[in-house]
């Protein structure tokens, strides 16, 4: 049974830093892109970065600049830290890790990040 848990939420003003993590577990296969999303309230889940398999990542234009997604294939974690952070950042974030070859796709609890003076 996969699991993926997320942590590393909490409130923090404006301009601060925050490092998320994601564990993946119940797996031997480290062949999954991780996607990160946020969803604030009223809006739709949106893509916020992703890194796969073997290392490339993407962001969106929003969090260039701002935000880096790393990951420990041998902790089976991914990262995603955070800095200069803004008001607009405050959401839920979800992890989403998805493995090659259609074996199948697996989301996080998520953890709340706030950002508020």
């Known amino acids: 049974q996969v699991q993926v848990v997320e942590s590393g939420g909490g409130l923090v003003q404006p301009g601060g830093s925050l490092r998320l993590s994601c564990v993946v577990s119940?797996?031997?296969?480290?062949?999954?892109?991780m996607n990160w999303y946020r969803q604030a309230p009223g809006n739709q889940r949106e893509l916020v970065a992703l890194?796969?398999?073997?290392?490339?990542?993407n962001y969106r234009d929003s969090v260039k600049g701002r935000f880096t997604i790393s990951r420990d294939n041998a902790k089976n974690t991914v990262y995603l830290q955070m800095n200069s952070l803004k008001p607009e950042d405050t959401a839920v974030y979800y992890c989403?890790?998805?493995?090659?070859?259609?074996?199948?796709?697996?989301w996080g609890q998520g953890t709340q990040v706030t950002v508020s003076s």
């Open positions: 890194i796969t398999s073997g290392g490339i990542t």
């Open positions: 119940g797996s031997m296969n480290s062949a999954y892109n």
């Open positions: 989403n890790a998805v493995f090659l070859g259609g074996a199948g796709r697996y």
